[in-house]
């Protein structure tokens, strides 16, 4: 879908008034669910629909499968929400558009150490940072936050582009060096292999990206890779290794792991002058407010031609509040545009974290898994409960006690496969195996008893092991066994409830994506009226989905080019 800066800020506008409508569900977080009653915040219709709900219903609920049995409010919420979401794309569409640009057959030697999922998006955005890199004229992709460098190896080994692979963490850098020699290696011992035969050394010889150690978001302003790219576009490589090391303790914690070389071309591109330097930022997954800061970069600084950037993780965003009264200079993951802060409505951390579920994983949990993981959620609430009326100090800190080994799920399991031997016969089976039904009634009670059991052992066993790991005195196995009598009718409410929520995953994700969207749309549109170029067609950004979300549920691309 083609999106004018009208229609996003129209969109946006909607999916707000949808959002301050169900405020209390996304800007709560289920491990308050027992200790803030948080069931009574939803529509008594919606529980009557959902405690019916099998578990594969709940699992398909944040995907907008509904049963035609449930109230018209419950159906109406679902499907409101699936038609704000608007940038889920099945696989047959995203092939058909961007398969074309890609490399048919990347090197194996490339593929190793990539899962499928990695392979997949590597092969995508490869391609399409290709075609960007052509029709913007671009010297040199930049692909920032290039962890072990697998994107920034594909775009320089099979599209013999000039890349220069930018990551925080020195490690990182290292990896990806030494994997670009062992590939530099490979193709050079095939160049030689083919040319043996005319016995000659003149060689075919690929070039892997260079590398670059910097931490983009060092300081507040937000400014720091915008430094960075204009000392690469004016300063001699030589130059540039020794001022890194000048300024490796200031504000931008600028280092290079091969400041000598890190611009230099590959051989087959030819010798570029500093002058005429210029660059597409690109990016796979640049997590939290890196994304904002390379969009941030591409409007301000004058050598960056284009950006291709995937974000994720909106967890680690940033975010403006109503309230702050930190100065201008200060930088802000969320919200980017003049837009979305004149709508004033503030996500937060719960909300951030939301945006990251994936409708799509959901579908396929499969049910035993889910029913762990409901289960985990019901015994974090419960013990969150012990931890406001025991710990009232402690609990004001939301501590994390991480997950708490595989010995307790071992325990479970074999509890499940229990519970398994005991169910009742099904129905059809002969007198002689169903017994009376005297008998059969009582192995149901004990049956539910057992579950029972099972249940309040789990949660005791959660929450001793809990309260072991945070270093507090026990409070006595009498007073967990009260509150589990307590909040035992409840806990089967807690997957219906996480379920529900993640419907407004996508809603939230399509709300910062847009915020983006618009932020480089209001550039576009203040750069034609500052130099009268109203009437002059420029690049529009776009929002794609340029991967399957079955396989990178993080699928959306922002793509801007300059004229």
Request: with cysteine; hydrophobic share 40%; proline share 3%.
């Amino acid at each position: 879908m083609e999106l004018t800066r009208e229609h996003t800020v129209e969109l946006l506008q909607k999916i707000a008034v949808f959002l301050r409508t169900h405020r209390a569900l996304w800007s709560a977080h289920v491990v308050e669910f027992f200790q803030d009653r948080l069931w009574e915040h939803v529509d008594t219709e919606w529980w009557n629909d959902l405690r019916t709900a099998s578990i594969e219903e709940l699992l398909l609920l944040p995907s907008g499968r509904v049963r035609d049995t449930w109230c018209a409010s419950l159906k109406s919420f679902i499907s409101t929400a699936q038609s704000l979401a608007l940038f889920r794309q099945n696989g047959n569409d995203f092939q058909k558009i961007f398969r074309g640009f890609c490399k048919p057959n990347i090197s194996n030697v490339l593929k190793q150490g990539m899962n499928a999922k990695k392979l997949h998006e590597v092969e995508i955005l490869s391609g399409v940072i290709s075609r960007v890199f052509a029709e913007a004229h671009a010297t040199h992709v930049v692909d920032v936050g290039a962890g072990q460098g697998y994107l920034a190896q594909v775009l320089a080994f099979e599209y013999g582009l000039p890349v220069v692979a930018l990551d925080a963490s020195s490690h990182h850098a290292d990896v990806t060096s030494r994997r670009s020699a062992r590939i530099e290696k490979h193709y050079a011992a095939c160049s030689r292999k083919a040319n043996s035969s005319l016995n000659t050394k003149d060689h075919l010889t690929r070039k892997g990206p260079q590398t670059a150690t910097f931490c983009v978001m060092s300081g507040c302003s937000g400014k720091e890779l915008q430094h960075f790219l204009s000392t690469l576009a004016t300063e001699e490589s030589s130059d540039l290794g020794n001022n890194a090391t000048d300024r490796k303790d200031d504000n931008n914690a600028f280092s290079l792991a091969k400041g000598s070389d890190i611009i230099k071309p590959n051989e087959s591109s030819g010798v570029v002058k500093q002058a005429q330097r210029s660059y597409i930022l690109a990016g796979l997954h640049a997590c939290g407010d890196l994304s904002a800061a390379v969009l941030k970069t591409y409007t301000m600084c004058e050598e960056v031609k284009a950006v291709v950037i995937v974000g994720c993780c909106y967890n680690l965003l940033t975010e403006r509040l109503e309230k702050d009264h930190s100065p201008s200079s200060c930088f802000y993951g969320f919200p980017l545009s003049r837009g979305v802060r004149s709508i004033g409505l503030t996500l937060g951390r719960r909300a951030c974290d939301l945006a990251c579920q994936s409708a799509e994983r959901w579908k396929d949990v499969g049910v035993d898994s889910a029913l762990y993981n409901f289960e985990q959620h019901a015994l974090r609430a419960g013990f969150q409960l012990v931890l406001h009326r025991y710990y009232p100090e402690l609990a004001k800190s939301n501590p994390t006690i991480g997950r708490l080994g595989k010995a307790r799920r071992r325990k479970q399991v074999k509890r499940h496969m229990l519970m398994n031997t005991l169910k009742p016969p099904l129905n059809g089976a002969s007198e002689h195996e169903l017994g009376s039904a005297a008998s059969d009634a009582q192995q149901k009670r004990t049956l539910d008893r057992l579950q029972g059991d099972s249940k309040k052992t789990a949660f005791i066993e959660f929450c001793s092991a809990a309260v072991q790991r945070l270093g507090l005195k026990s409070i006595g196995e009498g007073n967990l066994v009260a509150t589990w009598a307590e909040i035992e009718s409840k806990t089967a409410l807690v997957g219906a409830y996480w379920s529900l929520r993640a419907v407004l995953g996508p809603v939230l994700e399509t709300f910062i994506l847009l915020d983006r969207l618009l932020y480089l749309q209001e550039e576009v549109q203040c750069a034609a009226e500052d130099k009268g170029l109203s009437n002059k067609p420029l690049h529009e950004p776009k929002l794609i989905a340029v991967f399957d979300p079955s396989l990178s549920p993080r699928n959306m691309a922002i793509m801007a080019i300059k004229s």
